[in-house]
């Protein structure tokens, strides 16, 4: 053939006759015919296909959007539930997620496929199975039996929404903690004579019997085997924030002390103490919260406050002489390495502030879908310095809030590490000064001159790097370019953040501020102009973005800090409207608690009762037994 095709015309005539050419050509043309053909077949075959693919797809996605929900679309398989003594594995089960999910918590199936309801799991299925064949694995099976640790309660439990589902499989169910009911202090009695208008003592009361709810203690089988639970080990019962929230949060902890101290416990509040103390032994700093998916980052700073409160009510000097070495600690942890800023003044003076700063760049494990989604649409590295970002706007206590976006509707833009904030820094003297207190207490001297002159130091440079004049505010900085431990930054007046936020006003929550320091009254000219202040109390922010640490939130301890401020201050302007917020304040939560019989995390502020909302998960709420 191949010679054939190398032959002209004439040759291929003499030598093979005409035939053989007609036939020759036919095969030719026949050849690149068939071929061409054949690729315009594949093609419109594929065109075909595609189109078809396209509607059916199309078809099913509306046939799959036009159906109602059903539960078993919604399960989850879950091991090893906390079996209730004197319960059978099923009450155990259901008592666990009523509790636990109690909004999404449909029912649940036990033993293999839900089909029959032994008082054994897979592996006792299993095995049985496998006994026809094999005596050794009874044998085995037998001896695993006497061991009780490895006997599993298998459930299969349904929930009424994808989400439900996805957050239960995504959470370490095994709570670790047990209930734990503090002595109830004297405060009932005190209550019954001290306050006179009955709603206000049922109230009162209804509050104080929250410590019940809220009071835990870890579990034995965390304390024997912390490696198989997320929660950590604490040595002391301890108060957790409620709802979702079933550890110990370290900001929080501040306000739980107060109020423990208002409800005279006192023991309570310094086991409080001692846990967060244990934190800093381990980690060498106290936890965003008692979690080991927190040991990534901190919260706001303030267990040299509570340790202050305490020892003011108490007198307890033995208290503060057992935490001092470790709120050194903690001192060194945000005033050193990624914490510490450095900034230098147009007259060459330096000053050293703290800034939040997580030690992680992937997603929160507790919020881990959410962080994913978010970061979905970036590349790397941009994803690490996302993850970054958020860790360390949970630092910071508020998370999330358009105070560290450099776009209030775009979450990516998260830059919290590039901002020194106000109320950081705040914390942060106060921790100081109160070192420098307790250091004198103990005689040791040279170390109470030591944070004297430090608290001294950040004073100075808060009011440098914070103060605005004109606006009677202290502006959060942000810091421009690189934004190493080793940075010296140039101030710039223009990179103070001139939007409104209640932490321009945190600094007034120091005493020195009030005398020394910027004039009181500008201030409270300030906050009154400042659009913060509403029906029912001090907003976050002026921008509704949605987040819950914006408009119209507004948070417990911001109200707090602001209104103790003002009262301190001396001001008789300033405690006026100290008063006019705490009672906006009050009136709303008790109108929510009429309402509702719960105390909320966060309040509308723009009306009376309404609970805040926004963020990423359920408004937490603490349900009071009295109402
Ligand atoms: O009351 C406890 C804390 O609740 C909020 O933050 C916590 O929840 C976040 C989402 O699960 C988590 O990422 C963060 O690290 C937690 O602290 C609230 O914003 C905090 O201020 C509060 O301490």
Redesign the pocket.
């Known amino acids: 053939m191949w010679e054939a095709l190398r032959m002209s015309k004439n040759d291929l005539i003499q030598h093979a006759g005409l035939d053989s050419v007609i036939f020759f050509r036919i095969y030719i043309l026949g050849f690149w015919f068939h071929l061409s053909i054949e690729y315009l077949f594949t093609i419109w075959t594929c065109y075909v296909v595609y189109k078809e693919y396209g509607h059916i797809a199309f078809m099913r996605l509306h046939f799959i959007a036009s159906q109602d929900r059903h539960a078993a679309q919604f399960n989850v398989v879950v091991r090893n539930i906390p079996h209730v003594s004197g319960h059978s594995i099923s009450e155990s089960v259901d008592q666990f997620f009523q509790r636990n999910h109690p909004e999404h918590y449909l029912g649940h199936q036990k033993g293999f496929l839900g089909l029959c309801d032994v008082r054994t799991d897979a592996i006792d299925y299993y095995s049985e199975s496998i006994y026809k064949i094999d005596k050794y694995l009874v044998a085995e099976h037998q001896r695993i039996l006497k061991y009780l640790k490895s006997i599993m309660t298998v459930a299969f439990v349904s929930f009424d929404s994808r989400l439900a589902a996805a957050i239960c499989a995504q959470t370490q169910q095994i709570t670790g903690e047990s209930r734990w009911s503090g002595k109830g202090g004297s405060f009932p009695q005190a209550c019954d004579r001290d306050v006179k208008n009955e709603k206000v003592r049922g109230w009162a009361l209804g509050v104080h019997s929250l410590w019940k709810n809220l009071s835990r203690r870890v579990s034995d089988g965390v304390i024997e085997d912390p490696d198989l639970h997320t929660l950590l080990p604490l040595p002391e019962p301890m108060v957790v ?1 409620g709802s979702r ?1 079933r550890e110990v ?4 902890s501040y306000w739980v002390i107060r109020g423990l101290l208002v409800s005279k416990m006192y023991d309570s509040a310094k086991a409080l103490v001692r846990n967060l103390i244990s934190l800093i032994k381990v980690y060498g700093y106290v936890l ?2 008692s979690r080991a998916y ?1 040991s990534n980052r901190s ?1 706001p700073p303030l267990l040299t406050s509570m340790v202050l409160e305490i020892y003011t009510r108490t007198g307890d000097l033995a208290f503060a002489n057992e935490s001092l070495p470790f709120l050194l600690v903690e001192h060194s942890f945000w005033n050193s390495g990624i914490h510490k800023v450095t900034i230098q003044d147009v007259q060459g003076q330096m000053y050293s502030l703290s800034r939040y700063y997580a030690m992680w760049n992937k997603p ?1 494990p ?2 881990a879908i959410i962080d994913e989604e978010t970061a979905s649409k970036l590349q790397l590295p941009q994803k690490e310095i996302f993850y970054r970002e958020v860790a360390s706007t ?1 630092e910071s ?3 999330f809030s358009s105070r560290w976006m450099r776009n209030s509707s775009d979450m990516t833009t998260l830059s919290t590490t590039s901002i020194i904030p106000v109320d950081l820094n705040v914390y942060m003297y106060k921790m100081e000064l109160g070192i420098a207190f307790f250091a004198k207490l103990t005689g040791d001297n040279s170390t109470s001159e030591k944070f004297l002159t430090a608290s001294k130091a950040r004073l100075t440079a808060m009011t440098s790097i914070f103060w605005n004049e004109e606006m009677g505010q202290w502006l959060d900085y942000w810091l421009i370019g690189e934004c190493g431990s080793e940075d010296v930054h140039q101030f710039d007046l223009r990179n103070q953040n001139q939007n409104v936020f209640a932490s321009n006003f945190i600094p007034l929550w120091i005493q020195e501020n009030n005398t020394d320091g910027p004039a009181v009254d500008k201030v409270l000219k300030s906050l009154q102009t400042s659009g913060l202040i509403h029906p029912a109390g001090i907003a976050t922010s002026l921008v509704n973005t949605g987040q ?2 914006d408009f119209p939130n507004g948070w417990p301890p911001l109200q707090h800090m602001i209104v103790e401020g003002l009262v301190r201050s001396g001001s008789p302007e300033a405690r006026s409207l100290a008063e006019d917020i705490a009672i906006r304040w009050l009136k709303t939560n008790y109108a929510a608690f009429k309402k509702s019989g719960t105390m909320q ?1 966060k309040y509308d502020v723009e009306s009376c009762g309404e609970a805040g909302g926004g963020g ?2 359920k408004t ?1 709420v603490k349900t009071t037994t009295l109402n």
């Open positions: 924030p929230f949060y370290y900001w929080d965003n919260g927190y919260e929160r507790e919020s949970a206590g508020w998370d819950q640490w995390e990423e998960y937490q």
